[in-house]
Structure formats: structure tokens, C-alpha cells
């Protein structure tokens, strides 16, 4: 089956820890995303990478961390710098530059104690 | 800076009702506005509007884009308790190649 799976699904971690959310995609598309949605906020993007071994800071990219060794693959790391890091993460990927449709994976909600 | 607003910010109808969702956006260099419908977890791609004044439509569902005034909207006619979700606007933003979302409008659709 083609699409986007995170991983997990959910995550609990002490105050202080880093955590790295899993995002990978067999759809062979070229752009990968990280958003993260906190009630009543909508989405708001963390990092983004349009090709590999390259991505660029979004609105919020403090205290997070990301790579893209491979194009399948584009984990994100939420460092103990990140103040409020409980929230809902989203992963999503676009096929090339020129289209505008992006598609989400499921979804990893961290819960920071 | 690049603003997408949604209203109303929660809805409440019962079935059969017909709604309309407001999407209102400021971007620069506009492509294209999607809407998604998101219920427990990943959002899911409805529409993608790029021309003003043509209607999409997928079944009870349709929207419009005038960018002229810089709004959509999405009619849902024949409400039924699945429609229950947020439903989420996107602008993709100028040379970025990301987008901006606006904070969704969540429906309740009550039986």
C-alpha cells in the first residue's frame, strides 16, 4: 500500500528528554513536512524538505531538529529547548515543487509529563 | 504577513442541515487554496481551487473560490453525522512551497 506512516502513534516522555518522531513515504514524492497542531491553532510548520540532504526552518522550528538522509525518510527530532512540546505532530509530503497537494500521515501525538 | 482565517470556528447542525464554511486568505503570489477534512487524525484532501468563480463538487460537497474579495467557501448540503469533522483551508505560500493553514472550522453534526 502506498502513503505516509508515522510512528508512533503515541509518545510519552519525561521533561528534559529529547524524542525523535518517525515519518517515512512510499510515494516517491520529493517534498516532506512537519507540522505541529495545538487546539484551536490550526497547523503550523516546523521544518520542510523539498529534496534530500535539504530542508529549511518553518514558522515554529525552535527546539526541533530534522533530517533527510534518504527520500523516503524525514524524522523529527523535539529537543529538551522545545518549551511546550506536547502537541499533535503532523507529517505530510507533496510530489514536486509544482503541485500544491500535500497528504498527511496518521499522526504521532507526544505527551510530555 | 500571509493570513488564513476560517469561520465560523465551530458549527452545530443536525442532519439534513446544509452549511457553509468561510475561508478568508491573505497571501502573497496566490496559487491555489485546498480544503481538507481532518476527523480523528490525518487530514484529508477534498478540494484544490485555483480559478475563480468554478464550482468543485464531490457529491454533497462543494466549494467556490472568488479571488477577487479573497475568500472560498465549502457547502455541505444534506448533512449527515460523518460529516462531523475539522474542517481545515490552506493557502500555499508564495516561493516557500509551504502552506498556511487557517484554524479549522469543527462541525458537529447532530442525528
Known amino acids: 500500500d502506498g502513503g505516509i506512516t508515522q510512528s508512533p502513534k503515541y509518545l510519552f516522555r519525561k521533561e528534559g528528554q529529547n524524542v525523535t518522531l518517525s515519518c517515512e513515504q512510499n510515494?516517491?514524492?520529493?517534498?516532506m513536512y512537519w507540522y505541529r497542531q495545538d487546539p484551536g491553532q490550526g497547523l503550523r510548520l516546523i521544518y520542510y524538505?523539498?529534496?534530500?540532504?535539504?530542508?529549511q526552518k518553518g514558522d515554529i522550528a525552535e527546539g526541533y531538529s530534522v533530517s533527510r538522509e534518504k527520500k523516503e525518510s524525514f524524522p523529527l527530532t523535539v529537543t529538551s529547548a522545545q518549551k511546550n512540546p506536547t502537541a499533535f505532530y503532523l507529517c505530510?509530503?507533496?510530489?514536486?515543487?509544482?503541485?500544491?497537494?500535500?497528504?498527511f500521515g496518521p499522526g504521532t501525538r507526544l505527551t510530555v509529563l | 504577513e500571509d493570513k488564513v482565517v476560517q469561520s465560523p470556528l465551530s458549527l452545530v447542525v443536525h442532519e439534513g442541515d446544509t452549511v457553509t464554511l468561510n475561508c478568508s486568505y491573505e497571501?502573497?503570489?496566490?496559487?491555489?487554496l485546498l480544503w481538507y477534512k481532518q476527523e480523528k487524525k490525518a487530514p484529508t484532501f477534498l478540494f484544490m481551487l485555483?480559478?475563480?468563480?468554478i464550482e468543485k463538487k464531490s457529491g454533497r460537497l462543494s466549494s467556490i473560490l472568488d479571488k477577487k474579495e479573497l475568500f472560498s467557501i465549502l457547502n455541505i448540503t444534506a448533512t449527515q453525522t460523518g460529516d462531523s469533522a475539522v474542517y481545515l483551508c490552506?493557502?500555499?505560500?508564495?516561493?516557500?512551497?509551504?502552506?498556511?493553514f487557517g484554524a479549522g472550522t469543527r462541525l458537529t453534526v447532530k442525528p
Open positions: 505530510a509530503s507533496k510530489r514536486e515543487r509544482s503541485t500544491d497537494t500535500q497528504y
Open positions: 497571501v502573497t503570489n496566490f496559487r491555489s
Open positions: 524538505s523539498q529534496i534530500v540532504n535539504d530542508f
Open positions: 490552506a493557502v500555499p505560500r508564495g516561493n516557500n512551497n509551504d502552506m498556511r
Open positions: 510515494l516517491n514524492h520529493d517534498a
Open positions: 485555483t480559478s475563480s468563480g
